[in-house]
């Protein structure tokens, strides 16, 4: 996690989230691939040192929880679907859905 996050200081990252859905019914399917374009701070050996001391984020792509404390390493995001670096691209989802003729709501 040091050294991603070493590597990341000051640069820019782009994430990539997929979904897919599938209609079992008619045989049909769609995916989405939704990228998500991260910009880091500038982060010396101590910030990046109480930032895994307090979150632990040793479980997620680029070692920064963005819902989280690691916000404050990110100094832009740029996307269509702010989702999607979380988790789970929840606009791409409701595209598909649609697409599939189901109504989210």
């Known amino acids: 996690a040091v050294r991603q996050l070493r590597t990341l200081s000051g640069s820019e990252a782009v994430f990539y989230t997929a979904v897919c859905v599938r209609n ?5 399917s769609g995916i989405r ?6 910009t880091f701070r500038r982060l010396d050996d ?3 040192d109480r ?11 680029g070692s920064a929880k963005a819902e ?3 916000i404050a390493l990110i100094a832009k995001m740029e996307g ?3 989702s999607a670096l979380v988790g789970l691209p ?3 989802l ?4 649609q697409e599939q003729g189901l109504n989210v709501l």
């Open 46 to 48: 101590g910030t990046i």
């Open 80 to 82: 269509d679907d702010p």
């Open 24 to 28: 079992t019914s008619v045989g049909t």
């Open 94 to 97: 409701v595209d598909l859905l």
């Open 68 to 70: 989280g404390l690691g």
């Open 33 to 38: 691939v939704v990228p998500c374009r991260v």
């Open 90 to 92: 929840l606009i791409a």
């Open 51 to 61: 930032y895994l001391a307090r979150e632990q984020p040793y479980d997620c792509a």
